[in-house]
């Protein structure tokens, strides 16, 4: 049969921004059951020290368990047998006069379900199992505020990280990804999956993301067959070598679902207002961003989808598997604890919910008095409240989080993306806790190349698109290539290896997942 893949071709790499895809669906969630103080993961019958946006089932309490979400009388998200609770904190505006006001979601929040078999570290082939129900993980690192990784962010390579730690790849798999769709006829300019790991600086957002940014965050796959790993609810797990796919470490045999989430804020609507973004957990700098997971799936739901819904096309409804919900946006949590109740998480207010202290780093985050740990409440901007039960002060009502009525899909403005390409210098220096490492905010007038286009010297028929931009004094040539290759389906398949798998699957991926590919400079 014929299989488009992606070649390289002289000098310029064709990357992949997110390693092996073998078939893919996106859960949706056009809604969310609570913005709270709430996980059951670290502060499993209390109150959480920061503030998580929660997607779902509405029966999640600071106590949930699988068995306890399979119960919800609804949820926020599209499938009506996942009760399911997705969770991370969400993204907040600190103006100059030091208030914060939550950003708002660009709906549907999309939980990407992945089904990336590898091998084990002795070379055996893996087959995707279902997440058992009331299996759990964490992703991230909330008291992170630096990075350990070599090499400059954002960055065009993408794996393999055979020689990285599980450490350093949890860093790789946070990504900021700046929204723009191309206004007034310039081109799109949105950035790959997983290629910065970094919050940029508002000021760079405003020049440069139109359209706001995307918060995304891949989840562990490779699993030892515990259902939990500790107190970080970590150890049970680990990253394969292409973060979200390729060949899983020792000790780690066994597969699950490649879970990835994406939300985009519209940090658009604070252009021009001064401040900066801080993330819910008191993290600017993004280092620190990071997501919690409960399975509660009906009984053999997940792993007969996984079974029959293998096409590369990511639609939900496109698996025979799946019961839909409708009015998943106005599901909301069945009981939210007293403390809660009226605790403002919207804003405007004088500090983030729990009066937690914004801490940049470079040193990790510490818990104590008005930092990570602080049980008070967020204190609402210009009101003269008294103290709760919980240590702040009582504030508007909590509820669901804000929405932009401009709602985020699938649609063909996503699909026209345009990769940016990091310049990597000679002499590279890491850049500072909270500075983006991209290329000046404004990009300068296109100066005139007398490179011959990178199209023009590859052979006809094989080029599937190119654009072309500028960043400071460098003018970029973006080429799409797709390469037919005849290969036959049988014995051979299973000795592909990841490499091979990854240039396979690898044109279908980016175009259903707005994935970016590699570019040149024209000097």
């Known amino acids: 049969m014929l299989s488009p893949t992606l070649a390289r071709v002289g000098s310029t790499a064709l990357v992949l921004s997110a390693g092996i895809v073998d078939a893919f669906w996106r859960l949706e969630c056009d809604g969310s059951v609570g913005v709270a103080r709430i996980d059951p993961l670290m502060d499993f019958g209390g109150i959480s020290d920061h503030v998580h946006v929660i997607k779902g089932g509405s029966a999640f309490t600071p106590t949930s368990t699988g068995d306890d979400l399979l119960k919800s009388k609804c949820q926020s998200c599209g499938v009506g047998q996942d009760k399911s609770a997705y969770w ?55 008291h992170r505020r630096n990075s350990t990784l070599s090499g400059p962010d954002p960055s065009d390579f993408a794996g393999p990280f055979t020689d990285e730690s599980n450490s350093d790849r949890e860093q ?54 515990d259902m939990d790993g500790g107190d970080k609810h970590k150890s049970h797990v680990a990253f394969p070598n292409w973060i979200n796919g390729g060949d899983c470490p020792a000790g780690f045999d066994r597969r699950l679902p490649s879970l990835m989430y994406e939300t985009i804020y519209g940090t658009d609507q604070f252009i021009g207002k001064g401040g900066k973004f801080v993330v819910g957990n ?71 919910p729990g009066d937690l202290q914004v801490q940049s780093g470079p040193e990790p985050a510490t818990k104590g008095p008005g930092g990570s740990g602080s049980s008070g409440g967020g204190k609402s901007s210009g009101s003269d ?57 404004a990009p300068a007038p296109s100066p005139t190349t007398t490179v011959p286009p990178l199209a023009n010297v590859i052979p006809a028929g094989m080029v599937a698109s190119t654009s072309i931009y500028t960043q400071g004094n460098v003018v970029y040539e973006n080429v799409v290539i797709i390469e037919e290759v005849t290969t036959t389906e ?7 290896t990841p490499e091979a798998k990854a240039k396979r699957h690898g044109h279908r991926h980016h175009h259903a997942r707005d994935h970016g590919i590699g570019g040149r400079r024209l000097h």
């Open 88 to 142: 991370a904190p969400p993204l907040y505006h600190q103006a100059d006069d030091g208030t914060f006001t939550l950003v708002p979601e660009k709906p549907p929040f999309k939980a990407y379900y992945e089904l990336n078999a590898g091998s084990t570290s002795d070379g055996k082939p893996q087959k995707v199992e279902a997440f058992p129900n009331g299996f759990q993980m964490i992703s991230g690192d909330n």
């Open 385 to 441: 409240s008294k103290s709760s039960s919980s240590g702040g002060s009582k504030a508007p009502v909590v509820a669901p989080v804000v929405k932009d009525t401009s709602k985020s899909s699938d649609s063909k403005k996503e699909a026209a993306v345009v990769p940016q390409v990091q310049n990597k210098a000679d002499n590279y220096q890491a850049p500072a806790a909270n500075s983006p490492s991209a290329d000046p905010v």
């Open 490 to 496: 049988g014995a051979a398949k299973e000795k592909r």
């Open 172 to 225: 790789r798999a946070i990504g900021f990804n700046c929204m723009n769709y191309g206004h007034n006829g310039s081109p799109a300019k949105n950035e790959p999956t997983l290629y910065r790991h970094s919050l940029p600086e508002k000021s760079w957002l405003d020049t440069n993301c139109p359209d706001g940014i995307r918060l995304e965050l891949q989840f562990p796959s490779c699993w030892n067959g």
């Open 282 to 352: 008191g993290d600017p700098t993004g280092y620190g961003y990071h997501g919690d997971f409960i399975a509660a799936w009906d009984e053999g739901v997940l792993q007969q989808a996984i079974e029959q819904c293998t096409d590369m096309g990511g639609e939900m409804r496109s698996c025979g598997v799946f019961e839909f919900s409708d009015n998943t946006a106005s599901c909301t949590l069945e009981n939210l604890p007293s403390e809660l109740k009226d605790e403002d998480t919207s804003g405007p207010m004088q500090s983030l």
